[in-house]
């Protein structure tokens, strides 16, 4: 027997696998598999490199040019430590609300588009609807990437692709970069009376976090009051610190994480080339004296800003069916921007907002998931002509 489901039943379904990103989704994309088998619809699976996490992809109706993607996230964020009032893994519903964890990030967006996969597919389109659903997108996109590189090589090209996050159904055209790096540096520890033969980790560290807030104040200095983004200028943030041992030892070891969120015309590489640089100036310091020190920088994150586009198709698609004709960006980021600098035509938009996204008692308005069918039914309307 073909399954059906409504898409709340096929939210449950997806809220009950526990897909935290530090966790396999390999049961999940079993059952997204498994459920496009039975309507006839074959899925390419993505392996990562561990073997215990996956990328899928499908496509309903014809391998043609001009189809439209509907892309989304499989992961989610941990539940450790936030008091919920219901389990996480269990899609609850109360008072109009459907609580669970990924229920609005962005399981919300996956069940519509799964559950009308049997009215794509009765509908008889003319052009295809492509499903991408990706890994460890919490954990800075880092799943998607091979997935977009194989669709680029073995579909046909589609015309637009629609992130589905959560805009409350606003057509989001524009999105914030985000470069994550972790620093260490290596000092020499000595006492503090004899400083001069020692190197502070956590001294130099100190530069090179001075360093951050300079470039931050810059770039508030130099900030386009016409830009939409909130703030509008690149921001440049360091957000955790450890070092040292005691006020009297000079410190051996300083590790701190920073945090770049991008305007999309700005490059992430010419800030990390920049602190690369002012690093080696202090690294060269600190070896005159103990050659044993030393700075290290690794990216842990690099994703790609989405920059509105200039006539772009899937702009005109996502406004014609929601009516959205406002100006919105936002300042998180999405695999968007991944696919645009593929050379797809991008938005975001899709049901529930950001602002329950990651919260205790995460949850989606029953309005939003009728919102959201509302919009794919129509996107089936479009290429059924």
């Given amino acids: 027997m073909v399954q059906r489901y409504t898409s709340v039943e096929m939210l449950d379904k997806l809220v009950g696998f526990p897909t935290v990103s530090r966790d396999s989704n390999l049961d999940l994309?079993?059952?997204?598999?498994?459920?496009?088998a039975g309507h006839g619809v074959s899925s390419s699976i993505l392996h990562d490199e561990t073997g215990q996490k996956a990328n899928l992809y499908a496509t309903l109706g014809p391998m043609v040019p001009g189809g439209v993607v509907l892309s989304g996230h499989t992961d989610v964020v941990p539940t450790d430590g936030q008091a919920w009032s219901s389990d996480p893994f269990s899609l609850t519903e109360r008072d109009g609300?459907?609580?669970?964890?990924g229920a609005c990030d962005m399981k919300g967006f996956l069940a519509i588009a799964l559950a009308l996969v049997p009215e794509a597919l009765e509908r008889g389109l003319n052009r295809p609807i492509h499903l991408a659903l990706s890994?460890?997108?919490?954990?800075?996109?880092?799943?998607?990437?091979?997935?977009?590189?194989?669709?680029?090589?073995?579909?046909?090209?589609?015309?637009?692709?629609?992130?589905?996050e959560p805009t409350l159904m606003k057509v989001v055209t524009g999105h914030k970069g985000f470069v994550?790096?972790?620093?260490?540096?290596?000092?020499h520890e000595v006492h503090s009376s004899l400083i001069h033969k020692g190197v502070s980790a956590v001294m130099y560290g100190a530069r090179l976090v001075t360093w951050m807030d300079e470039r931050l104040r810059e770039n508030i200095a130099g900030a386009d009051p016409a830009s939409p983004f909130e703030p509008p200028f690149t921001t440049v943030h360091c957000g955790v610190i450890?070092?040292?041992?005691?006020?009297?030892?000079?410190a051996r070891d300083c590790t701190f994480t920073t945090d770049i969120r991008l305007l999309p015309t700005e490059s992430g590489a010419s800030y990390v080339e920049r602190y690369r640089a002012f690093a080696d100036t202090l690294e060269a310091e600190m070896k005159a004296i103990r050659?044993?020190?030393?700075?290290?920088?690794?990216i842990f994150t690099d994703i790609a800003g989405l920059a509105p586009e200039h006539d772009g198709e899937a702009e005109a698609l996502a406004r014609r069916l929601t009516g959205d004709n406002g100006e919105h960006v936002v300042s998180y980021g999405t695999e968007a921007g991944l696919f645009q600098n593929a050379g797809y035509s991008v938005v975001v938009c899709g049901p529930g907002s950001i602002e329950q996204a990651h919260q205790p008692d995460e949850y989606i308005d029953s309005s939003q998931i009728a919102a959201g069918e509302g919009f794919v039914r129509s996107v089936f309307d479009q290429l059924a002509r």
């Fill in 29 to 36: 994309v079993a059952f997204v598999q498994d459920y496009l």
């Fill in 97 to 101: 609300r459907l609580y669970g964890r």
């Fill in 135 to 164: 890994h460890d997108e919490e954990t800075g996109c880092l799943g998607v990437a091979p997935m977009i590189s194989e669709m680029r090589r073995v579909l046909p090209e589609a015309s637009a692709v629609i992130v589905g």
């Fill in 180 to 187: 994550g790096l972790a620093t260490r540096v290596r000092g």
């Fill in 242 to 250: 450890h070092g040292g041992t005691a006020g009297n030892i000079v």
């Fill in 291 to 298: 050659p044993e020190t030393g700075i290290e920088i690794d």
